[in-house]
């Protein structure tokens, strides 16, 4: 391509589409690399633009870059929860984690340097989107459990749900991606229905909201196939009856 070319193609990008290019390069070298490894001269080179058009769209430099990648990672975290309100609670489930960890297998690095935290440009604001996320994720799965009013017990129990997606993302990355993500997926929600099976010996409500959510569930559901492969474990455990 000419100069002149390169000239007419770089002008015929609006200042958005120029912005959404920008990010989606933060991204993409966020992805995998922890952030403070990432420099606008790294972001620039990735978009194919110079330096100071970045220092244009991001006069706050890279910590504004940052930032605004992250709210834009968080955007379509948010939207992996998201699912019609119709069906077993499982299968809803099981389709918002496999967006979930088809995003993590996709970020990488970055998503474990989000996470863990420690970043050089970790503020309180980034912390804030972060928290963000996990809190749009928990209404989410309480609206889908049809809790209009969640008490303090349900409403613990789905967000120590959440963290334990998390901690189990990051071990996943850790261990190379195994066990497969079909797999890992099927575990966290059989780990969901136990933590609300714990929670409902303890809770009239999370005990209500259970009972309308297995009426729905199917034998060949992850609820049945759970409750087939624990029964046979609390067998020896009449004793404690």
């Not at 309180?124 to 017990?153: F, K, Y």
């Not at 066990?179 to 997926?185: H, K, Q």
Request: glycine share 8%.
């Amino acid at each position: 391509m000419t100069s002149e070319a390169t000239t007419r193609a770089y002008r015929r990008l609006s200042v958005e589409e120029r912005r959404t290019q920008l990010l989606g390069a933060a991204l993409t070298l966020f992805a995998h690399r922890a952030p403070e490894e990432v420099s606008l001269d790294d972001v620039a080179e990735a978009a194919g633009v110079s330096r100071p058009l970045v220092y244009r769209y991001f006069p706050g430099g890279k910590q504004q870059l940052y930032e605004a990648a992250l709210r834009s990672a968080a955007e379509e975290l948010q939207l992996c929860f998201a699912e019609p309100q119709e069906g077993p609670l499982t299968r809803r489930l099981s389709r918002a984690l496999d967006r979930y960890l088809a995003f993590v297998g996709r970020h990488d690095a970055g998503f474990s340097a989000l996470l863990q935290g420690g970043s050089v440009v970790e503020t309180s604001r980034t912390t804030a989107i972060v928290d963000g996320v996990r809190r749009a994720a928990a209404e989410h799965i309480l609206s889908h459990m049809g809790a209009e009013d969640p008490g303090p017990r349900l409403r613990m129990t789905v967000r120590m749900w959440i963290t334990a997606v998390e901690a189990a993302s990051l071990i996943w990355l850790d261990e190379d991606k195994e066990p497969p993500a079909e797999e890992l997926r099927d575990w966290l929600v059989e780990q969901f229905v136990a933590c609300l099976v714990a929670t409902a010996g303890r809770d009239p409500q999370t005990a209500a909201v259970m009972r309308a959510a297995l009426a729905l569930e199917s034998p060949e559901g992850p609820a049945g196939t759970l409750a087939r492969a624990v029964l046979p474990v609390l067998g020896g455990a009449g004793h404690l009856l």
